[in-house]
C-alpha cells in the first residue's frame, strides 16, 4: 500500500523560528511535492523535486526553502516563520511517468503565534 | 497556462439524490483533468483521471466525470449520494506537454444531509 508520512500532524511555532516540516514516501517515487492549503484558496504548490538534489520553484516559493537528499525524503524549510504562513502544509508524490497522479499526505496544520 | 474554476464552493444534497459539482477549466495544450477529494482530517485521494482517452471517466465510489472540450467543463457526478460522500472535493488541470505541475481549483465542500 502506498504510502506518504509527515512528521508532525499539528505544529505550534513563534515567529522568527526556524521550521523544518518532513516528508517520506516508500513507494520509490522520483517527484515529490510541498503544497500548502488555505481555506477558499484550495492548494497552491510551493515546491517540487524530480530527483535527489533537485528543485524546482512553484507558485508560491516565497519564504520557503526545500532540500532533498535522499529519494525518499523531501523536506520544507520556513526559514524565519510568519504569522501569515501559518496554513496546512501537504506533501505528495508521483512517479516520473506519471507525475500527475499524485499520492498524498495526511498533512501537517501549522500554526505560528 | 491553465486555470481551473470550480463554480461552487458548496453543495448541499440530500441522501438518495444526485450530485452535480462543477468545474471549468482553461488551458492552452491539451489537458489532463482530475477530481481528487478529501475527507475530513485525511489526505487528498484521486477520484478520477481524464487523459485523452474515452470522455466519460469512471471513478471510485460511484463517480464520473464528462470531459466536455466545447463547454471546457469537467464536471463531477453521482447518481445517488451516500453520506460518506461529505467531503471537499478538488478539480485539478494538467498540460499534457512538458513536464507540467497540477493546478488546482479552490474546492467544492458537499454536504449530504439524511
Known amino acids: 500500500d502506498v504510502k506518504v508520512t509527515q512528521s508532525s500532524r499539528y505544529l505550534v511555532k513563534r515567529t522568527g523560528e526556524k521550521v523544518f516540516l518532513e516528508c517520506v514516501q516508500d513507494m520509490d517515487h522520483e517527484n515529490m511535492f510541498w503544497y500548502r492549503q488555505d481555506p477558499g484558496l484550495g492548494l497552491r504548490l510551493i515546491y517540487f523535486s524530480y530527483d535527489v538534489k533537485m528543485k524546482e520553484k512553484g507558485d508560491i516559493p516565497e519564504g520557503y526553502s526545500v532540500s532533498r537528499e535522499k529519494k525518499e525524503r523531501f523536506s520544507l524549510i520556513l526559514e524565519s516563520a510568519s504569522t501569515n504562513q501559518t496554513s496546512m502544509y501537504l506533501c505528495?508524490?508521483?512517479?516520473?511517468?506519471?507525475?500527475?497522479?499524485?499520492?498524498f499526505g495526511p498533512g501537517t496544520r501549522l500554526l505560528v503565534l | 497556462a491553465q486555470s481551473v474554476t470550480q463554480l461552487d464552493s458548496h453543495v448541499s444534497v440530500s441522501e438518495g439524490t444526485p450530485v452535480l459539482l462543477r468545474c471549468n477549466y482553461s488551458s492552452s495544450y491539451s489537458p489532463s483533468l482530475f477530481w481528487y477529494v478529501q475527507h475530513p482530517n485525511k489526505g487528498l485521494q484521486l477520484l478520477l483521471k481524464?487523459?485523452?482517452?474515452?470522455?466519460l471517466v469512471k471513478g471510485i465510489n460511484g463517480f464520473e466525470a464528462e470531459f466536455k472540450k466545447s463547454e471546457t467543463s469537467f464536471h463531477l457526478t453521482k447518481p445517488s449520494a451516500h453520506m460518506s460522500d461529505a467531503a471537499e472535493y478538488f478539480c485539478?488541470?494538467?498540460?499534457?506537454?512538458?513536464?507540467?505541475?497540477?493546478?488546482f481549483g479552490k474546492g467544492t465542500m458537499l454536504l449530504v444531509s439524511p
Open positions: 505528495a508524490s508521483s512517479w516520473l511517468g506519471a507525475r500527475e497522479t499524485q499520492y
Open positions: 485539478v488541470v494538467a498540460m499534457n506537454s512538458g513536464y507540467s505541475t497540477l493546478t
Open positions: 481524464y487523459t485523452s482517452a474515452a470522455t
